[in-house]
């Protein structure tokens, strides 16, 4: 009987997600992410520290949110972030799946199957550094 929840406890403890809590942007997400998908090729999401920017190219009006909590977790070899954000329009919620070979790519959960790829963010919105 001691054996079998032993055993039992073992599984648990293998197949538990470890979750975390902060609340800026870790580093390894901050960055300027653009898609090469076509639905969305226009489309940008800039990630600071203390802020998550969505927005279509320098002729759009960016939406600003201020980021109140990340959590993250790590999940069979992979981690995942929840960004809990703010602004004048209200509360929002961005999860995303993190990759970091390659340079790094994240997936928008809600969007699976979509790459985002860092890169070099437009002179038009390289003003502010990334924090």
């Given at each position: 009987?001691?054996?079998?929840?032993?055993?039992?406890?073992?599984l648990?403890?293998?197949?538990?997600?470890?979750?975390?809590?902060?609340?800026?942007?870790?580093?390894?997400?901050?960055?300027?992410?653009r898609?090469?998908?076509p639905?969305?090729?226009?489309?940008?999401?800039?990630?600071e520290?203390?802020?998550?920017?969505i927005?279509?190219?320098?002729?759009d009006?960016?939406?600003?949110?201020?980021?109140?909590?990340?959590?993250?977790?790590?999940k069979?070899?992979?981690?995942?972030?929840?960004i809990?954000?703010?602004?004048?329009?209200?509360?929002?919620?961005?999860?995303?799946?993190?990759?970091?070979?390659?340079?790094g790519?994240?997936e928008?959960?809600?969007?699976?199957?979509?790459?985002?790829?860092?890169?070099?963010?437009?002179?038009?919105?390289?003003?502010?550094?990334?924090?």
């Amino acid at each position: 009987m001691i054996g079998v929840f032993v055993v039992l406890l073992t599984l648990c403890g293998c197949t538990r997600t470890q979750t975390e809590s902060q609340n800026h942007i870790p580093d390894e997400l901050v960055g300027y992410w653009r898609t090469d998908a076509p639905r969305y090729e226009k489309r940008f999401l800039k990630l600071e520290r203390d802020y998550v920017t969505i927005g279509m190219d320098k002729d759009d009006v960016a939406t600003v949110q201020r980021v109140r909590e990340v959590r993250t977790e790590s999940k069979s070899g992979k981690t995942i972030y929840t960004i809990s954000s703010i602004n004048a329009e209200g509360p929002d919620v961005l999860g995303l799946e993190f990759d970091p070979a390659n340079g790094g790519s994240i997936e928008i959960r809600h969007m699976q199957g979509i790459v985002w790829r860092r890169e070099a963010p437009p002179a038009s919105l390289d003003g502010a550094p990334l924090r």
